[in-house]
């Protein structure tokens, strides 16, 4: 059997990639290969699942705020369950920050109210020396922002593609993108350089794969397969850990709504990143921290959470700012990796031969996925630009060596 589009990966960007181009043309033969027993077990199942249009690249701000009015559409116009709430993005600084870039952002605003029945908002003397903090000097909430359910999302694009009749292969890990020469010789050692040549077949550990047209959407596992090819995946992994807390504090204050009326607490970032995720199901928070110096990019199959990572790194932040998190337990743990775009923290979204990559969504490929797979399908059919959800366009360059575009230039 050969198919017109593989697609490897069926996280986010994978469903969601899959789910455009079939949109754009039903008659495209489709299959959707993972190594995982079913969808969306890879970093999409170890998410934050949070969302927030507050960026200071432009480009990703609205990159975001398309797949974000998306899901929103689906949620409220279509019924579609997402879990989606806008409890709000909630920033605090422990330093002034420049009104005027602030004002920028039509969605964010400088809080004034008191937040001292939620946080502690001054720091001793003691602790600004010893830990480099300082009190609350600024609050800033973004409103188009809050929590989604990762599955229910991946489950909405899931649903569509098999209704659409896109097949799935699960349980099939791909080892190799086999190249072929156009027109082949049958001489040991092609292609030869002047051989033109594309990806003929996937090698899997389930058989061969064959198709005109490659997607990989492997997130951290896509330097594996591209290196072989020389070709530049232009990501970097670096581990992430959440962990989930409760204690009689919580419970208390995961449901109350501040400046919203999700019925949820915001989503909240305290000086030094440390960040605390309302997670209602379990009246428990997620913390965590995107952890930049002394995190090396090594990678394992199976990241492990460390107690001490969170014993030092996010505790002491608690214990400071967050008098809910007193005595609280961690209940769970996990880890994963944010595949990072080290240069701007952009989506890289290129073509090389027959294939389209999807790399580098740098920790925000869920509140961008749509617009991801909007992307992936306009590069596809070679569109001057893509028109993402709400009608912003991105325009598509497919110049250099291997046509490699950013998404740099947008039509707003
Ligand atoms: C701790 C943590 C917190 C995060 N928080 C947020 C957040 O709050 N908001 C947000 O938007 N994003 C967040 N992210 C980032 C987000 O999870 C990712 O950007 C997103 O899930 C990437 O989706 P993906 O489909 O590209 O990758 P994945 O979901 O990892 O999917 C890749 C798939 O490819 C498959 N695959 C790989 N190699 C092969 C192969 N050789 N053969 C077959 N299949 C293969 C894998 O099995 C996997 O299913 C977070 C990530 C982590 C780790």
Known sequence: MKYDIVVVGSGITGLSSAYHLKKSNSSLKILVVDKFKTFSQGNTAKSAAAFRDFYSLRENQVMAQAAISFYKHLQDDMNVDLGMKFCGYL???????????????????????????????????????????????????????????????????????????????????????????????????????????DVKYLETDNGIIEGDFYVLCTDVWTTKLLDPLGIDSHLRPKKRQVFQITSPGIKNTVHKNIFNDSGVFPFTIFPSGVYIRPYPQASSFWTSLADDYNRDFSFTENPEPEPDFYTYNIKPILDNYFPAADNSRITSSWAGYYSYNTIDFMPYIFNSLNIITVSGTTGSGIMKGDSIGRVVASRYKHDRATTLYGGKKVINTYSGKYRLSKIEDMIL
């Open 91 to 197: 920033f605090l600084f422990d330093h002034e920050k420049d009104s005027e870039f602030i004002s920028k952002y039509p969605n964010s605003k400088i809080i004034y109210d008191d937040l001292s029945e939620f946080f502690n908002v001054a720091v001793d003397d003691e602790t600004k020396k010893v830990m480099d903090i300082d009190s609350i000097k600024t609050a800033i909430l973004d409103t188009n922002a809050g929590i989604i359910e990762p599955d229910l999302l991946s489950k909405f694009y899931y649903d569509e593609l098999i209704e659409m009749g896109v097949e799935f292969k699960f349980n099939t890990e791909v080892k190799r993108l086999v190249l072929s020469p156009y027109k082949p010789l049958n001489y040991p050692g092609e292609p030869f350089n002047w051989q033109e040549s």
